[in-house]
């Protein structure tokens, strides 16, 4: 199960219809169905009732999209704390360099 996967049955879940959906993920309908298709198989249950337009969601994959969107919250949650971190280091680095930088007395050379 792979965070694209969750992308791709969020994607489907919405638009109920696999271009449509194909087209919001940026890939062609081939990929996202095999995408998908390859999860409900490891998952050993359907997410989607495909005979049907629009296309459907079965009880179990209402309950499956419901989570898919949760964890992808939390994965923008880790890399927004990730960006988060970086920023802090990158300020206190500016912070040291200017601080390091006042000290500093040039020579008569460096005039």
Known sequence: MTLQQLEYILALGQQRHFGKAAEQCNVTQP??????????????TKIFERNRQPIGITPIGQQIIEQAREVLNQADRIKSLIEEARQEASQASRYMTRKEGAGHNPSTSEL
């Not at 990929?31 to 050993?44: P, R, V, Y």
């Open 31 to 44: 990929t996202l169905s095999a995408m998908i298709q390859k999860l409900e198989e490891e998952l050993g």
